[in-house]
């Protein structure tokens, strides 16, 4: 950028994407840094899935095959699969 760069209504009299200067700008003024770096478009356009009771169901869904990621939709998508301690009741001897 030159030094004659408005972004967002700032000027940047150094490379806006020096570390920490991110972090700096968002504490001092309580917005969001108006410069971003393609690698972090993932950050600025994060949209949660709500899979509903699904998420919490890691049976609920079939094998997904013929998938070029290694992390398939399912597995990111439902919490279930994603929890660090599960615990799976498969009968009850008594319900008192």
Known sequence: LS?????????????????????????????????????????????????????FDRFSHAAETNTLSTTTWNNYSIGALQAAMRLDITGAVSST
């Open 3 to 55: 030094s004659s760069a408005v972004i967002g209504g700032q000027t940047f009299a150094n490379s806006p994407t020096t570390p920490g200067v991110r972090e700096q700008y968002e504490v001092t003024t309580g917005q969001f840094f108006p410069v971003s770096m393609p690698s972090e478009s993932g950050r600025a356009a994060f949209i949660s899935i709500n899979r509903g009771p699904d998420y």
